[in-house]
């Protein structure tokens, strides 16, 4: 079992940038694949960036490819999203998920851990 608790969204002009920290609980961190999803109103939770156990694999979401990086500090227990040149539509809900496996799937089935998401707004 994991917790998982996100924080650092916010208000944010268009343009700008926010970092996003997801601590989980737990010993064996480093054992899970972690992911960021986000979700609008209405919509279906979508994968926005994962990274493998180790962090030496990453994938993104074609929509924030070269404006996000997701990476990990094992030793810390916590992932991060580092978004940059935010826009409006990245205006949503993001959260935090984890998974005991070695593959990072671009699902949100396949991710039984949630954190309780932290809202980011970008103001145009």
């Known amino acids: 079992q994991v917790q998982l608790v996100e924080s650092g969204g916010g208000l944010v002009q268009a343009g700008g940038s926010l970092r996003l920290s997801c601590a989980a609980s737990?010993?064996?961190?480093?054992?899970?694949?972690m992911a960021w999803f986000r979700q609008a109103p209405g919509r279906e939770r979508e994968f926005v960036a994962g990274?493998?156990?180790?962090?030496?694999?990453?994938y993104y979401a074609d929509s924030v490819t070269g404006r996000f990086t997701i990476s990990r500090d094992n030793g810390k227990n916590t992932v991060y999203l580092q978004m940059n040149s935010l826009k409006p539509e990245d205006t949503t809900v993001y959260y935090c998920?984890?998974?005991?496996?070695?593959?990072?799937?671009?699902?949100?089935?396949?991710?039984?851990?949630w954190g309780q998401g932290t809202q980011v707004t970008v103001s145009s």
């Open positions: 998920a984890a998974r005991r496996n070695l593959q990072v799937p671009a699902t949100s089935y396949e991710y039984p851990y």
């Open positions: 737990g010993r064996t961190f480093d054992l899970y694949t």
């Open positions: 990274i493998s156990w180790r962090g030496t694999d990453t």
